[in-house]
């Protein structure tokens, strides 16, 4: 039987990690971001047909069905090794850590490449999607009510929803330095997706998309209401990802080290 390896050991594989995705040069980064960004709007789909489908019988049932359906994407994502925008907080902040240097200028290359990438890549196979006839016509009354859904939250509620997302996509990355096998990295990805779309819970990329389908299938939302949700998410994000996991990850590893010493 395996042993879980400690908080130490998990730090050391997060700034290889972290170190690779530094070291992206200009084209692997746009690449695998948008990457990123499409495969995301299979989840975003896949969660539409199956709430679709599922709710006229089941009702609210159709929630855990459409999550269950949406957790593919991130399996998708971790196995194909794409960056996507709050997944990349953990490894490269633990590299500027070690290499006792903040690391500004790199960290803000790859998170703002990766942030536009994504939405790039994404917006481009939402509109693949929209063209009249791909999907059912379920499939895109759904979709657009979930995007009404997202712009008609409170702001305090979604910055809060946001906090969680943020929180668990980071978590995700944690926790994939912590295994060793492709099944165990399948498994991490998939039950943080279900989890992440069970809320649902706001990751900004996710969320955007979202929104950009409604406007797609005509649903009344503005580039302003796009704007502050945009806002209002990054921020949350920010808060869950870098703040609540990433920091607290890494002073624990920290401390796991001075212990030893």
């Known amino acids: 039987?395996?042993?879980?390896?400690?908080?130490?050991?998990?730090?050391?594989?997060?700034?290889?990690?972290?170190?690779?995705?530094?070291?992206?040069?200009?084209?692997?980064?746009?690449?695998t971001s948008f990457i990123a960004g499409f495969t995301v709007v299979f989840g975003i789909v896949a969660l539409g047909i199956v709430h679709a489908f599922v709710k006229p019988q089941f009702g609210e049932i159709a929630t855990i069905a459409g999550a269950l359906a949406f957790g593919v994407s991130l399996v998708f994502l971790v196995v194909g090794r794409a960056e996507l925008f709050n997944e990349n907080f953990y490894d490269p902040v633990a590299k500027a850590?070690?290499?006792?240097?903040?690391?500004?200028?790199?960290?803000?290359?790859?998170?703002?490449?990766?942030?536009?990438?994504?939405?790039?890549?994404?917006?481009?196979?939402a509109y693949i999607f929209s063209v009249n006839g791909v999907l059912p016509e379920g499939t895109v009354h759904a979709l657009r009510t979930f995007a009404e859904e997202f712009i008609r939250r409170p702001p305090t509620?979604?910055?809060?929803?946001?906090i969680v997302g943020g929180a668990l996509v980071v978590l995700l990355s944690f926790l994939l330095e912590a295994v060793n096998s492709v099944g165990s990295r399948i498994a991490m990805s998939y039950i943080v997706g279900v989890l992440l779309t069970l809320?649902?819970?706001?990751?900004?990329?996710?969320?955007?998309?979202?929104?950009?389908?409604?406007?797609?299938?005509?649903?009344?939302?503005?580039?302003?209401?796009?704007?502050?949700?945009?806002?209002?998410?990054t921020a949350g994000n920010l808060v869950g990802g870098l703040g609540l996991v990433t920091l607290t990850h890494i002073t624990q590893a920290i401390g796991a080290e001075e212990s030893e010493n």
């Not at 994504?118 to 917006?123: S, Y």
């Not at 809320?199 to 502050?228: C, K, R, S, Y």
């Open 1 to 31: 039987m395996s042993v879980a390896p400690t908080p130490a050991e998990i730090f050391e594989r997060a700034i290889e990690e972290g170190e690779r995705r530094l070291d992206q040069s200009m084209l692997e980064l746009v690449s």
């Open 97 to 125: 850590v070690d290499a006792d240097s903040w690391m500004v200028g790199s960290l803000l290359r790859l998170w703002s490449v990766t942030f536009a990438v994504n939405l790039v890549g994404g917006v481009l196979m």
């Open 157 to 162: 509620t979604e910055f809060a929803a946001a």
């Open 199 to 233: 809320g649902p819970f706001d990751h900004v990329i996710v969320t955007m998309l979202h929104v950009v389908f409604g406007m797609l299938f005509g649903a009344p939302i503005g580039l302003v209401e796009l704007a502050t949700t945009t806002g209002l998410v």
